[in-house]
């Protein structure tokens, strides 16, 4: 890759492992909230349901179709009423719970300090994250890696998410870089990939799958020691 100087990393599960630090606080709450029971299900079947369903409601709210307090509000009961459980007032307990505890998670994906510490003494390194703003900055805070960052940006804050263009221009202006000085390393094909491509940008899509031949993807964060 040649005349990078500006590096944008999304946050969850390419820096901060989403995966992980959420797996921990489902399962507590799962017992704490005895879903075994109300739900009829294990917690691998339970955690698998909530991912697609928040998979989909963030889809929803990046395309403004729902607020940010409908995708907060009903997520967990429309997992719940995937195993034909309906109980909005235990979800607003779990969501509580969840959105208190979830942030304090403190597991990075793997050689993410590493990574970080190689490459801050060559580039300016920056933040694109969709999510909500009081959440993403105590991940940031509690980690320990917001000093890493130049510019953060967090979509709520701006009303824009990834994939949209509009994001990736207003990162290039915050940074003060030019397009072709910027590679955006996140995990999410979509929002992160084909965002910042779409924005004229490179990319480095960080993968375990490998789908597509035609695009520059590592499996592992230190791989990017060979490529920048
Ligand atoms: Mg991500």
């Not at 799962?30 to 299900?41: R, S, V, W």
């Not at 195993?83 to 969840?98: A, P, Q, R, S």
């Amino acid at each position: 890759m040649k005349n990078i100087k500006h590096i944008f990393f999304d946050l969850d599960d390419t820096l901060w492992d989403f995966e992980s630090n959420s797996s921990l606080v489902l399962s507590d709450l799962f017992i704490k909230y005895n879903l075994k029971n109300f739900l009829n299900t294990n917690l691998d079947n339970f955690h698998s349901t909530y991912k697609i369903v928040n998979a989909e409601l963030w889809q929803a709210y990046g395309s403004k179709k729902i607020t940010k307090e409908y995708l907060r509000n009903n997520r967990f009961n429309l997992s719940f009423n995937n195993f034909g459980y309906d109980n909005y007032d235990l979800n607003i307990k779990v969501t509580e719970d969840y959105l208190k505890l979830s942030p304090l998670g403190k597991t990075l994906v793997p050689n993410a300090l590493d990574v970080l510490n190689y490459l801050k003494h060559n580039y300016e390194l920056h933040i694109i994250t969709n999510g909500f703003k009081e959440v993403q900055e105590i991940k940031l805070n509690n980690c320990d890696i917001k000093h890493f960052f130049k510019t953060i940006i967090i979509s709520e804050e701006h009303q824009l998410s990834k994939p949209d263009i509009k994001i990736f221009e207003l990162a290039e202006n915050l940074a003060k870089a030019k397009k072709e000085e910027c590679v955006m390393i996140g995990d999410n094909f979509e929002s992160d990939i084909m965002g910042a491509i779409n924005a004229g940008w490179q990319a480095i899509w960080l993968t375990y799958e490998n789908e597509r031949k035609d695009l520059i993807s590592i499996n592992n964060l230190l791989d990017l020691r060979s490529l920048l």
